[in-house]
């Protein structure tokens, strides 16, 4: 649905050193995070909001809500830890294998998947979701070890030890600017504005030429892909995975994240979870009730604060601005 | 005192506005036609009065009560019946399914109702048990008109009535439509057929472009659809 | 065999149950409603604290569990669903799903997440061909077929009925003749959530209650509901019971699969016709390169 009010993030040229500030913004936030809050809290973050980004490519950009994300982020999980417990102890080589996978799956799947729209794509991911979910807790259970999970450690490379808690956490942040640059060029480029457009009106799309099913695949396998990563750096992080990290409920943390803070503009997407994250750890451990309090929220996030925060915030440095001009 | 008195409507669909500080008038009895090109406003006027859509300005007054903005429902029970130009009927009902919402919504006894959609088209007495869907489109049309009679609406509201259809059957509507001209049914009817509007209007309003242009009160003037046309 | 093709046709009736307001609700309103598996739970829940009360009358506390639902379901129908339609999806997904987060740890709370099991109220067997079959069982199933009937007389011939196919096709034309869609969409909305309830608590002896029992039949049922048509009552009827031989057949073979055999079906039906355009897309494909 259009809504009358014109985007208040428009499409801007690539402004390098825009990109720059807002990365660095970003880097001292979290770095500052590591060093007054838990820093073990604070890696669950960074892999959280790296999963979170490749959520709003999808659906923020895109206007495409899907529930079965998280296959990909299981996938990468299940496949770096297979590797190495099965091949190598190599992290990157882990890593590398985990998003390649993730890429594959999300190409073929995404073929079938988006010849869908609405509530049967919404469904249909669930649907590849519980598969995989199955596949992992039993089918494969020969390699997966089911419901037992799989144990691993990663080797060092380098001066990349994982079991340096410090050393992990600097890796991540890096990866987590990685991403946020890769999809900040991705969204302000050609691609970007195609795929914003496309979210207002398929059909316009279409008739203006493109072929707009090649770009909701490609979003599809991108935002599966970079949805891959964090699974991957999980598993390498914590040395376990089960099948919990696969299973379809993960999808609503996902879901609600990019709620909070706001869809389809990336700053977004890293806050509010970093926010859902915290609520969880904080409430999750002082609240019983903590789900019924997440469900209350949602309520009221889903009436009264749609546009999440980067939305209303946004929304005041207009007013502000507004304000600014008729004074001057 | 007019029936309906419409002052200065604006609707606009998000920003793009499609009717300008319009206003008409229609008093008790009249058959009053609105005639313009595609795309001038004219369905966007009728469905702001039945309460389908809201102006975003203006005020539109109905038995001395104003209206804009009320639901369809609630006008639809005040006796205002709006009949759209897509001809769509209850497809999956009968065509006495058609018929019994109509009277059921309207408090009116189903027999009654009954004959009176079948006084328009007699055949419609063989039809009942037909599935309305199965209809042709003048006798959609027909059928359409003839539910939104039941209950004695004290307004009609009629969307191109004769479009799309074949002459034989244009002249049927054109019949019913000069039976309810007679018994003085009031009605605004949008209509680009502008036989039929010289021949049944007591008064014409032109569009253009969102706004109206002209308005024609002279019998003769109407009379001569030459002249018609050279507004449009 | 036999005794797993009774089993399906319940688990095919159950689904009916509760599917039936679920596709309906998407019909009328283009919302997927999560709530829907909140009603259903809470309305088992209801059931087995009310039984022992009711001197452990079936009929009663079912009864009586379906009628407490019923003005939750129209709560939610005024105050959540209502207020979405017309919106975006998503925002009726999130906040549907919201509900029945809310459900389930409301359940969690009241009556603890251990499962509660209810025994077969009847607790004779038939005797059909050296099989024993719980009567149960086969009451279940009559009663879904009766429903099946009941419905179809309901949307046929009664007023309320005929409003709502009327206004599923053309709102406004029900609206201009003066009728409250609305009111209409609601009263089959909350006859939809009864069912579920009613669906549920025909269930319990059959399975164990837990709190998260609306999540996992809502799954089954978006299959049942995409297989067998969205607002198609016809349609669900077969779905659900497809759906439930699917679930017994894979469930005596290869137990674990059998819920996800349901997905594979549904993932089948949604992408025969995509499946189709996607062959043709690689095989155009393959034509203009070659």
């Known amino acids: ?328 | 005192m007019n029936l309906l008195e419409v002052m200065g409507i604006d609707v606009a669909y998000g920003y793009a506005k499609v009717l300008h500080d319009v206003s008409l008038k229609l008093q008790q009895g009249e058959m009053v036609f609105i005639v313009g090109r595609n795309g001038a406003g004219k369905t966007t006027l009728l469905q702001a009065i039945s309460g389908l859509l809201k102006p975003t300005a203006g005020r539109i007054i109905y038995q001395g009560q104003e209206i804009q903005g009320l639901p369809a429902e609630k006008l639809a029970r005040q006796g205002i019946r709006f009949v759209a130009q897509d001809k769509k009927v209850f497809s999956d009902l009968t065509v006495k399914g058609n018929i019994e919402l109509a009277s059921y919504a309207s408090g009116e006894d189903l027999g009654r109702a009954i004959d009176r959609v079948t006084s328009l088209y007699p055949k419609f007495s063989e039809f009942l048990g037909r599935r309305a869907g199965g209809l042709s489109g003048g006798q959609r049309e027909i059928l359409l008109i003839g539910r939104a009679l039941v209950g004695a609406p004290k307004l009609l509201l009629i969307d191109e009535p004769t479009e799309g259809l074949a002459a034989i059957v244009i002249e049927d509507i054109f019949r019913i439509l000069n039976e309810m001209k007679k018994e003085k049914v009031s009605t605004f009817i949008v209509e680009q057929n502008l036989s039929i509007v010289s021949r049944l209007a007591d008064r014409i309003y032109i569009m253009k472009e969102g706004k109206i242009i002209k308005e024609m009160a002279d019998r003769a003037e109407i009379g001569e659809t030459a002249g018609l046309e050279s507004y449009l | 065999m036999l005794e797993t093709l009774i089993y399906g046709l319940t688990i095919g009736a159950i689904l009916y149950f509760f599917s039936i307001g679920l596709s309906i609700t998407f019909g009328t309103m283009q919302i997927v409603n999560f709530a829907h598996g909140m009603v259903y739970s809470v309305g088992v829940y209801l059931f087995i604290t009310f039984l022992p009360w009711l001197g452990k009358f079936f009929p009663f506390a079912l009864a009586l569990a379906v009628v407490a639902m019923l003005p939750v379901a129209f709560l939610v129908e005024r105050f959540v669903i209502r207020r979405l339609y017309g919106e975006s999806l998503d925002y009726a997904i999130i906040a549907t799903y919201a509900v029945l987060l809310i459900g389930a740890d409301l359940i969690k709370w009241v009556w603890g997440a251990m499962p509660q099991p209810v025994s077969d109220p009847l607790r004779i067997s038939v005797r059909f061909w050296e099989i024993n079959i719980p009567l149960y069982r086969i009451v279940v199933f009559l009663s879904a077929v009766a429903l099946f009937l009941g419905l179809r007389a309901f949307f046929n011939r009664s007023i309320v009925g005929k409003i709502v196919i009327a206004a599923l096709e053309d709102r406004p034309g029900v609206r201009c003749l003066g009728l409250d869609v609305n009111k209409y969409f609601s009263i089959v909305f909350v006859i939809g959530s009864g069912l579920a309830v009613l669906g549920g608590v025909l269930y319990a002896p059959i399975a164990t209650a837990e709190p998260y029992m609306g999540f996992h039949i809502l799954l089954v049922a978006f299959a049942v509901v995409i297989v067998g048509g969205m607002g198609n009552l016809t349609g669900t009827f077969i779905s659900a019971f497809v759906l439930g031989l699917v679930i017994a057949i894979t469930a005596r073979f290869w137990s674990q699969a059998a819920d996800t055999m349901v997905f594979a079906v549904m993932a089948l039906v949604l992408l025969k016709n995509s499946l189709l355009a996607a062959w043709r897309r690689l095989t155009g494909m393959a034509a203009r390169t070659g």
């Open chain 1, 1 to 328: 649905m259009a809504s009358p009010r014109p985007n208040t993030f428009p499409v801007a040229p690539l402004r390098k050193g825009i990109i720059a500030r807002d990365m660095a913004l970003i880097a001292v936030c979290f770095v500052l995070m590591a060093l007054f809050i838990r820093l073990h809290w604070v890696i669950d973050f960074t892999i959280f909001c790296i999963l979170v980004l490749s959520f709003d490519l999808l659906y923020g950009f895109m206007g495409r809500l899907s529930f079965g994300h998280v296959l990909y982020y299981g996938t990468g999980a299940y496949v770096a830890s297979l590797v190495l417990a099965h091949l190598s102890s190599n992290p990157f080589l882990a890593i590398a294998a985990g998003v390649a996978v993730g890429a594959a799956l999300a190409a073929v799947l995404g073929f079938i998947v988006m010849q869908t729209d609405g509530a049967p794509f919404a469904l249909i991911n669930l649907a590849f979701n519980q598969i995989g979910f199955w596949l992992v807790a039993s089918g494969f259970q020969r390699y997966t070890r089911g419901e037992d999970g799989l144990n691993t450690t990663a080797g060092a490379v380098g001066f990349i030890n994982f079991t340096n808690h410090s050393i992990a956490f600097g890796f991540l942040l890096v990866c987590l600017l990685l991403v946020f640059l890769l999809l900040k060029v991705l969204t302000l480029s050609p691609y970007g504005v195609t795929i914003r457009s496309i979210k207002e009106n398929d059909d316009r799309v279409k008739f203006l030429g493109y072929n707009i099913f090649f770009y909701k695949w490609l979003t599809f396998v991108l935002s599966s892909t970079v949805a891959a990563l964090p699974g991957t750096l999980f598993a390498i992080f914590y040395g376990f995975v089960a099948p919990t990290i696969i299973s379809p409920f993960g999808n609503v943390e996902v879901i609600f994240a990019v709620l909070i803070g706001g869809a389809g503009n990336l700053f977004g997407a890293i806050i509010g979870g970093v926010v859902y994250k915290l609520m969880s750890n904080y409430l999750a451990t002082s609240i019983t009730r903590w789900e019924m309090l997440l469900g209350i929220l949602l309520l009221i996030w889903v009436f009264k604060f749609r546009r999440g925060l980067t939305g209303y915030a946004s929304e005041l440095i207009l007013r502000f601005k507004r304000k600014q001009g008729v004074e001057a």
